[in-house]
């Protein structure tokens, strides 16, 4: 799924400016990590995977960078903090903002077939099998 | 080699377009915004300056010099439109950075609104700092592609002749400072992927140093990380001052955590930091005295190239 499908989903908007939106809208996503918890967003696979969090600090951008996410969605409207918009755009990382809840959120993107880590590591089992 | 990078600076002024290098995402106000008010918005956003803006429209600026002049005459309560130099000079988003900067030069300013050229809309704001980190920003860009040629790890250990081969990165970190931390880890990760050290070995190596660098920035006063890059392994030393684990055993309990509420505000501080560090360890070994410090040692094999593709088939990519 394209980052700027997943911006459709859910009725996000593109945040850091214009280069943003064009440099990522075709970022493709595998699967998706949701959580306030920075250190577990750090055991994340984060490769190809969408971030979804409430918290807005730099913070944030770093365990985005440091398990290789391709982006950030901020839930319930809230914006990034400067520091963080700073270092996502030194830092190449995609941010979406969405004015829906984490839970809704969540839902709407599973809907539309974007998985969770554990059913990408199960789906990958099943295909190492064959 | 200074000649060869000033021509290349030159040639990146008539590359490089205004909206490249330029400011987004500005601070603006309102033509009807008090004068009173100004200051605070410059405080606490750091500039000194704004594009006063009605309704998407640039009309005009208003600058620090033109708030003192406004305290000059005593201060009195008005608008922004009373105070601010209607007659502005902007620049288009299309235009090659030369143009800037020569506007800049020629009319003495400190910055220039940007338009975008279509629209007639304002879409940023350049200054003289702009350009300088945005020349440096693209010489960096080709400096890396230069070094990233030729250097990988594999050849680096192969290329040295020696019985045994270290390379030692050392890193400061400070205590308390929030903004900065995770540099280290940042910092830790691109060199050694520049190093050509496989992914997950970087990414083991980068998730440990960022919870270590963490517990330095929340619980000390700051401190000291070296890492050694081995052909074999990786291995990170983090040292500090103090205060100290009264209870190792509890310390490395998943979810036990003495963090202050502000630190888990940063979605830290949930007692998973030493927990993830052993998880991203081969070895590991924590030693730490009340008063005086702690110190932590974790080693993380480099991961061979046949795990390097496994892992890539679990993460599908």
Redesign the interface.
Known sequence: MKLEEIRKVLDAEWF????SRTDCSDREV?LCHAS????????F?G??SLLL?G?T????I??A????FAGVCFVRGKKPQP?A?QLAQE?GIAMLVTPLSMFESCGRLHAKGLPGGDR??E??KC??KK | MPEQEITKTQEMVYELLV?DVMT??VISVAPSTPMSGLREILRVNRISGTPVLDDGKLVGIISIEDFISWLADGGPECPVADRMTADVRAIYDDEPLVQAVCKLERLGFGRLPVLGRETGCL?GVITKGDIVSGLLKNLEVDYLNVEMRGSRSSHLFEDIVADQSLLVLKYQVRGAD??R??AC??GL?TTLRRLGVPPQTT?RA??AT??AEMNLVVFTEGGRVTVEVEPELIRLKVEDGGPGIPDIEKAMQPGFSTAPDWVRE???G?G??LP?IR?CADRMRLDSTVGKGTRLEVEILMEQPDEAERHC?????
């Open positions: 850091g400016g214009e280069t595998l306030d918890l920075m250190s577990d967003v750090l055991t696979t490769a190809g969090t918290l600090n730099a913070q944030v770093r365990a960078e440091i398990s290789d520091e918009v830092r990408a590591r789906d990958a295909r190492s | 909206r987004k995402g879409v929030f903004k931390a995770g880890a940042s990760k990414r980068a998730v960022y919870e940063l979605g830290f949930a998973m930091g993830n998880k088939a679990e993460v599908g990519a």
